[in-house]
């Protein structure tokens, strides 16, 4: 065979690659669940079903602090989604203004993002992740035109 052919296959494979995650035994992993990108309220979630396991500084425009990123973990369904929390002042001076927060499993790039229309509550919440693998959260305030007015917050992964 020639060299234009092994070339040519060596080409063809190189553009039809497929990532595929596999455990430590060798076999391919799914990290997906059906709870992923929807509501953490979906778990029928009881006063100790939920923990905080990670938190970070969320801050708004000039790098000021308006409150707080948690990544909430459930125990009932296994999964994480970031939750924020306000102070009352921060809460009434930015109503109507969005909040993008995203729930992050890097290893498989799954993003789940929701934004948050805040109203004037001092606590809010993401769509959620399964937990099969480590999960953080991210938050960033965006503008009236569409564009950040604060820096991207992320948690720990966990």
């Known amino acids: 065979m020639s060299l234009a052919f092994w070339w040519g296959l060596l080409a063809a494979g190189a553009v039809c690659c497929v990532l595929v995650v596999h455990d430590a035994a060798g076999t391919p992993r799914s990290y997906s669940s059906g709870y992923d990108a929807t509501d953490p309220g979906r778990c029928a979630l009881g006063a100790h079903a939920v923990s905080i396991v990670a938190q970070a500084p969320l801050l708004g425009a000039g790098g000021r602090r308006i409150g707080t990123l948690r990544l909430r973990r459930s125990l009932n369904c296994s999964t994480q989604w970031g939750q924020v929390a306000l102070s009352r002042t921060v809460a009434r001076r930015l109503r109507g203004r969005v909040l993008q927060i995203t729930a992050v499993r890097p290893a498989d790039n799954r993003l789940a993002p929701y934004p948050l229309t805040l109203r004037g509550g001092t606590v809010g919440f993401g769509n ?22 604060g820096p991207l917050v992320r948690t720990a992964c966990r």
């Open 128 to 149: 959620q992740l399964a937990a099969t693998a480590c999960v953080l959260a991210e938050a960033q305030l965006i503008a009236s035109a569409g564009q950040p007015a």
